[in-house]
Protein backbone atom coordinates (compact mmCIF):
# COMPACT_ATOMS: atom_id res chain seq x y z
CA UNK A 1 0.00 0.00 0.00
CA UNK A 2 1.12 3.58 -0.94
CA UNK A 3 2.41 5.61 2.06
CA UNK A 4 0.92 8.99 2.71
CA UNK A 5 3.52 11.60 1.59
CA UNK A 6 4.83 13.95 4.83
CA UNK A 7 6.87 17.19 3.44
CA UNK A 8 9.65 18.61 5.98
CA UNK A 9 11.92 21.92 5.40
CA UNK A 10 14.46 20.19 7.45
CA UNK A 11 16.17 17.13 7.72
CA UNK A 12 14.36 14.55 10.60
CA UNK A 13 17.37 13.50 13.67
CA UNK A 14 17.95 9.70 14.60
CA UNK A 15 14.53 8.02 16.04
CA UNK A 16 12.19 10.31 15.08
CA UNK A 17 13.47 10.44 11.20
CA UNK A 18 12.88 6.61 11.35
CA UNK A 19 9.64 6.44 12.89
CA UNK A 20 8.45 8.70 10.67
CA UNK A 21 9.72 6.96 7.82
CA UNK A 22 8.33 3.85 9.09
CA UNK A 23 4.83 5.60 8.38
CA UNK A 24 5.24 7.99 5.63
CA UNK A 25 6.47 8.46 2.09
CA UNK A 26 8.73 11.11 4.08
CA UNK A 27 10.25 14.22 1.72
CA UNK A 28 13.04 15.85 3.27
CA UNK A 29 16.07 18.12 1.77
CA UNK A 30 19.17 16.99 0.80
CA UNK A 31 20.88 19.53 2.99
CA UNK A 32 20.00 20.27 6.14
CA UNK A 33 17.24 22.73 5.84
CA UNK A 34 15.81 23.38 2.32
CA UNK A 35 15.15 26.81 0.50
CA UNK A 36 11.72 27.98 -0.03
CA UNK A 37 11.67 26.67 -3.61
CA UNK A 38 13.14 23.65 -2.82
CA UNK A 39 10.65 23.08 -0.17
CA UNK A 40 8.09 23.68 -2.59
CA UNK A 41 8.96 20.98 -4.22
CA UNK A 42 9.19 18.61 -2.03
CA UNK A 43 5.61 19.42 -0.59
CA UNK A 44 3.89 18.24 -4.00
CA UNK A 45 1.65 15.83 -3.63
CA UNK A 46 2.36 15.76 0.40
CA UNK A 47 -0.84 15.51 2.40
CA UNK A 48 0.78 17.50 5.84
CA UNK A 49 4.00 19.21 6.26
CA UNK A 50 5.97 18.90 9.59
CA UNK A 51 7.38 21.81 11.09
CA UNK A 52 9.89 22.86 14.02
CA UNK A 53 9.31 26.08 16.33
CA UNK A 54 12.57 27.24 13.77
CA UNK A 55 10.85 26.75 10.74
CA UNK A 56 9.22 30.04 9.86
CA UNK A 57 5.82 29.32 8.05
CA UNK A 58 5.22 33.09 6.27
CA UNK A 59 2.78 33.88 4.06
CA UNK A 60 4.94 33.34 1.56
CA UNK A 61 5.75 29.48 2.66
CA UNK A 62 1.88 29.02 2.88
CA UNK A 63 1.43 30.26 -0.15
CA UNK A 64 4.14 28.19 -2.04
CA UNK A 65 2.52 24.97 -0.43
CA UNK A 66 1.01 23.35 -3.16
CA UNK A 67 -3.16 22.46 -2.66
CA UNK A 68 -2.13 19.01 -1.93
CA UNK A 69 -1.27 20.46 2.11
CA UNK A 70 -3.94 19.72 4.16
CA UNK A 71 -2.19 20.44 7.68
CA UNK A 72 0.42 22.14 9.12
CA UNK A 73 1.84 19.86 11.84
CA UNK A 74 4.26 22.20 14.34
CA UNK A 75 6.07 20.49 17.66
CA UNK A 76 5.92 22.00 20.37
CA UNK A 77 3.66 24.20 22.01
CA UNK A 78 3.78 27.98 20.41
CA UNK A 79 2.50 28.41 16.58
CA UNK A 80 3.89 32.03 16.59
CA UNK A 81 6.27 30.74 13.91
CA UNK A 82 3.34 30.17 11.59
CA UNK A 83 1.11 32.92 9.72
CA UNK A 84 -1.62 31.42 10.95
CA UNK A 85 -4.19 34.04 9.25
CA UNK A 86 -2.79 32.74 5.90
CA UNK A 87 -3.23 29.21 7.02
CA UNK A 88 -6.94 29.85 7.76
CA UNK A 89 -7.24 31.80 4.26
CA UNK A 90 -5.96 28.87 2.38
CA UNK A 91 -8.19 26.33 4.58
CA UNK A 92 -5.31 24.54 6.18
CA UNK A 93 -5.50 22.86 9.06
CA UNK A 94 -2.64 23.89 12.36
CA UNK A 95 -1.87 21.30 15.44
CA UNK A 96 1.21 21.29 17.77
CA UNK A 97 1.94 19.42 20.71
CA UNK A 98 1.06 20.72 24.28
CA UNK A 99 1.52 19.54 27.57
CA UNK A 100 3.66 17.12 27.44
CA UNK A 101 6.70 19.54 27.57
CA UNK A 102 5.05 21.45 30.60
CA UNK A 103 7.33 19.82 33.52
CA UNK A 104 10.75 20.44 31.70
CA UNK A 105 9.86 23.85 30.78
CA UNK A 106 8.56 24.45 34.76
CA UNK A 107 11.66 22.89 35.87
CA UNK A 108 13.89 25.30 33.88
CA UNK A 109 12.14 28.19 34.93
CA UNK A 110 12.53 27.53 38.52
CA UNK A 111 16.64 26.78 37.27
CA UNK A 112 16.99 30.23 35.65
CA UNK A 113 14.89 31.78 38.76
CA UNK A 114 17.77 30.15 41.32
CA UNK A 115 20.66 30.92 38.94
CA UNK A 116 19.57 34.67 38.67
CA UNK A 117 19.02 35.71 42.42
CA UNK A 118 22.14 33.32 43.57
CA UNK A 119 24.33 34.69 40.56
CA UNK A 120 25.60 31.69 39.57
CA UNK A 121 26.83 32.67 36.54
CA UNK A 122 29.47 35.01 38.11
CA UNK A 123 30.34 32.16 40.85
CA UNK A 124 31.19 29.89 37.82
CA UNK A 125 33.65 32.39 36.70
CA UNK A 126 35.12 32.57 40.16
CA UNK A 127 35.75 29.14 40.36
CA UNK A 128 37.42 29.25 36.94
CA UNK A 129 39.97 32.24 37.66
CA UNK A 130 39.90 31.40 41.52
CA UNK A 131 39.82 35.41 42.02
CA UNK A 132 36.84 36.33 44.60
CA UNK A 133 36.04 32.87 46.08
CA UNK A 134 33.02 32.98 48.59
CA UNK A 135 32.25 36.24 47.00
CA UNK A 136 32.81 37.75 50.37
CA UNK A 137 32.01 41.20 49.20
CA UNK A 138 28.20 42.63 49.73
CA UNK A 139 28.70 43.99 45.78
CA UNK A 140 29.20 40.27 44.72
CA UNK A 141 26.31 38.54 47.10
CA UNK A 142 22.82 37.78 45.44
CA UNK A 143 19.70 37.44 46.56
CA UNK A 144 17.50 34.66 48.59
CA UNK A 145 14.79 33.11 46.86
CA UNK A 146 12.80 31.51 49.39
CA UNK A 147 10.26 33.90 50.88
CA UNK A 148 10.45 36.28 47.34
CA UNK A 149 7.16 37.09 45.87
CA UNK A 150 6.89 35.55 42.12
CA UNK A 151 4.95 37.33 39.81
CA UNK A 152 3.42 34.62 37.01
CA UNK A 153 2.16 36.55 33.55
CA UNK A 154 -0.53 33.59 32.39
CA UNK A 155 -1.72 31.27 34.78
CA UNK A 156 -2.32 28.44 31.96
CA UNK A 157 -0.86 25.01 32.78
CA UNK A 158 2.82 26.32 32.62
CA UNK A 159 2.01 29.45 35.08
CA UNK A 160 0.26 26.50 37.01
CA UNK A 161 3.08 23.90 37.25
CA UNK A 162 5.70 26.73 37.45
CA UNK A 163 3.39 27.94 40.88
CA UNK A 164 3.72 24.44 42.33
CA UNK A 165 7.44 24.07 42.06
CA UNK A 166 7.69 27.79 43.97
CA UNK A 167 5.25 26.93 46.67
CA UNK A 168 7.92 24.78 48.32
CA UNK A 169 10.01 27.70 47.93
CA UNK A 170 8.06 29.40 50.28
CA UNK A 171 7.21 32.16 47.55
CA UNK A 172 4.33 34.61 47.52
CA UNK A 173 2.40 34.21 44.31
CA UNK A 174 0.91 36.90 42.23
CA UNK A 175 -0.30 36.28 38.88
CA UNK A 176 -2.17 37.37 35.92
CA UNK A 177 -5.26 35.84 34.07
CA UNK A 178 -8.17 37.08 31.82
CA UNK A 179 -10.23 35.00 34.07
CA UNK A 180 -9.93 35.14 37.92
CA UNK A 181 -11.79 33.36 40.40
CA UNK A 182 -11.62 32.43 44.24
CA UNK A 183 -11.16 28.99 43.10
CA UNK A 184 -8.21 29.93 41.09
CA UNK A 185 -6.74 31.81 43.57
CA UNK A 186 -6.84 28.53 45.98
CA UNK A 187 -5.76 25.85 43.31
CA UNK A 188 -2.44 28.07 42.65
CA UNK A 189 -2.05 29.05 46.06
CA UNK A 190 -1.88 32.62 44.81
CA UNK A 191 -3.67 35.75 44.11
CA UNK A 192 -4.91 37.10 40.95
CA UNK A 193 -3.62 41.00 40.72
CA UNK A 194 -3.85 43.28 37.32
CA UNK A 195 0.11 43.53 35.32
CA UNK A 196 1.05 47.10 36.78
CA UNK A 197 0.36 45.67 40.55
CA UNK A 198 2.42 42.21 39.87
CA UNK A 199 5.28 44.20 38.35
CA UNK A 200 5.30 47.26 41.06
CA UNK A 201 5.49 44.28 43.64
CA UNK A 202 7.29 41.08 42.41
CA UNK A 203 10.31 40.18 42.63
CA UNK A 204 10.77 37.84 40.31
CA UNK A 205 8.40 38.23 36.77
CA UNK A 206 8.37 35.17 35.18
CA UNK A 207 6.36 35.58 31.67
CA UNK A 208 3.88 32.21 30.59
CA UNK A 209 1.66 33.68 28.28
CA UNK A 210 1.23 33.39 24.18
CA UNK A 211 2.78 35.40 21.85
CA UNK A 212 -0.03 37.92 20.35
CA UNK A 213 -0.25 41.15 18.96
CA UNK A 214 -1.34 42.58 22.17
CA UNK A 215 1.47 40.82 24.01
CA UNK A 216 4.50 41.84 22.06
CA UNK A 217 6.51 43.88 23.59
CA UNK A 218 4.49 43.55 26.70
CA UNK A 219 7.57 43.95 29.07
CA UNK A 220 9.02 47.32 27.57
CA UNK A 221 10.63 50.50 28.85
CA UNK A 222 7.37 51.60 30.64
CA UNK A 223 6.47 48.38 32.28
CA UNK A 224 10.25 48.03 33.13
CA UNK A 225 9.62 51.44 35.01
CA UNK A 226 7.46 49.97 37.24
CA UNK A 227 9.47 46.94 38.48
CA UNK A 228 11.87 47.01 41.33
CA UNK A 229 15.75 47.62 40.45
CA UNK A 230 16.37 44.28 42.79
CA UNK A 231 13.83 42.39 40.28
CA UNK A 232 14.75 39.65 38.47
CA UNK A 233 12.68 38.60 34.77
CA UNK A 234 12.42 35.52 33.28
CA UNK A 235 11.04 34.54 30.35
CA UNK A 236 10.71 30.93 28.89
CA UNK A 237 7.48 31.88 27.13
CA UNK A 238 8.26 33.77 23.69
CA UNK A 239 11.39 36.33 23.17
CA UNK A 240 9.44 39.06 21.64
CA UNK A 241 7.03 39.44 24.72
CA UNK A 242 10.17 41.79 26.07
CA UNK A 243 11.63 44.62 24.53
CA UNK A 244 15.23 43.24 24.64
CA UNK A 245 17.12 46.54 23.76
CA UNK A 246 14.93 47.73 26.78
CA UNK A 247 15.79 45.15 28.89
CA UNK A 248 19.61 45.49 27.68
CA UNK A 249 19.70 48.84 29.51
CA UNK A 250 17.57 48.19 32.40
CA UNK A 251 20.16 45.12 32.87
CA UNK A 252 23.11 47.54 32.13
CA UNK A 253 21.83 50.35 34.48
CA UNK A 254 21.04 48.63 37.19
CA UNK A 255 17.09 49.11 36.80
CA UNK A 256 16.86 45.12 36.95
CA UNK A 257 18.54 42.92 38.72
CA UNK A 258 19.04 40.13 36.49
CA UNK A 259 17.48 38.22 33.47
CA UNK A 260 16.91 34.76 33.17
CA UNK A 261 15.71 33.80 29.25
CA UNK A 262 15.41 30.79 27.36
CA UNK A 263 13.84 32.36 24.43
CA UNK A 264 14.98 35.81 21.98
CA UNK A 265 13.50 38.37 19.97
CA UNK A 266 16.03 37.94 17.64
CA UNK A 267 15.21 34.13 17.13
CA UNK A 268 15.36 32.13 14.76
CA UNK A 269 18.89 34.32 14.18
CA UNK A 270 21.75 34.36 16.93
CA UNK A 271 21.37 35.99 20.29
CA UNK A 272 22.04 39.90 20.79
CA UNK A 273 25.98 39.37 21.43
CA UNK A 274 25.93 42.46 24.02
CA UNK A 275 23.02 40.75 25.75
CA UNK A 276 24.79 37.76 25.92
CA UNK A 277 27.71 39.65 27.27
CA UNK A 278 25.95 40.99 30.70
CA UNK A 279 26.68 39.31 33.82
CA UNK A 280 23.26 39.64 35.10
CA UNK A 281 22.22 37.57 31.72
CA UNK A 282 21.37 34.19 31.97
CA UNK A 283 21.11 33.03 28.17
CA UNK A 284 20.05 29.57 27.74
CA UNK A 285 19.92 28.36 23.54
CA UNK A 286 16.24 27.55 23.66
CA UNK A 287 16.71 23.92 25.73
CA UNK A 288 13.59 24.13 28.15
CA UNK A 289 11.83 21.26 26.76
CA UNK A 290 15.51 19.21 25.61
CA UNK A 291 15.17 16.48 27.59
CA UNK A 292 14.71 12.77 26.83
CA UNK A 293 11.46 12.95 28.13
CA UNK A 294 10.19 16.17 26.29
CA UNK A 295 11.20 15.34 23.27
CA UNK A 296 10.22 12.26 23.25
CA UNK A 297 6.74 12.77 24.06
CA UNK A 298 7.02 15.63 21.85
CA UNK A 299 7.56 13.32 18.86
CA UNK A 300 4.58 10.76 19.78
CA UNK A 301 2.29 13.42 19.91
CA UNK A 302 3.07 14.77 16.97
CA UNK A 303 3.07 11.54 15.32
CA UNK A 304 -0.03 11.09 16.96
CA UNK A 305 -1.62 14.28 15.46
CA UNK A 306 -0.19 13.37 11.36
CA UNK A 307 -2.03 10.15 12.30
CA UNK A 308 -5.17 11.07 12.95
CA UNK A 309 -5.11 14.05 10.12
CA UNK A 310 -4.60 11.03 7.51
CA UNK A 311 -6.91 8.51 9.03
CA UNK A 312 -9.96 10.82 9.99
CA UNK A 313 -9.21 13.87 8.48
CA UNK A 314 -8.50 16.13 11.23
CA UNK A 315 -5.17 16.47 14.03
CA UNK A 316 -5.73 15.41 17.95
CA UNK A 317 -4.46 18.92 18.81
CA UNK A 318 -5.65 21.19 16.63
CA UNK A 319 -4.80 24.74 16.51
CA UNK A 320 -6.90 26.19 13.84
Excluded at 75 to 90: E, P, S
Amino acid sequence: MTKPILACPRKLPGQFGLAMRAKYDVREPQGEVASLVEFAALAEGAGAVFLTAFDEATADVIHAMPSSVGLIASIGVGVDHIDLNTARAKGLMVSNTPDVTTPCLADTTMGLIIAACRRFREGLDVARTGEGRGMLTPESWGQRVTGRTLGIVGMGNMGRAVAQRARAFDMEILYTTPRPSADLDAAVGGRSVDLETLLRQADVVSLHCPLKPETHHLIDDAAIALMKPSAVIINISRGPIIDELAMIRALKEGRLFAAGLDVFETEPGPIREELIALPNAYCLPHIASATMESRMAMAARVLENIDAFFATGAPRDRVI
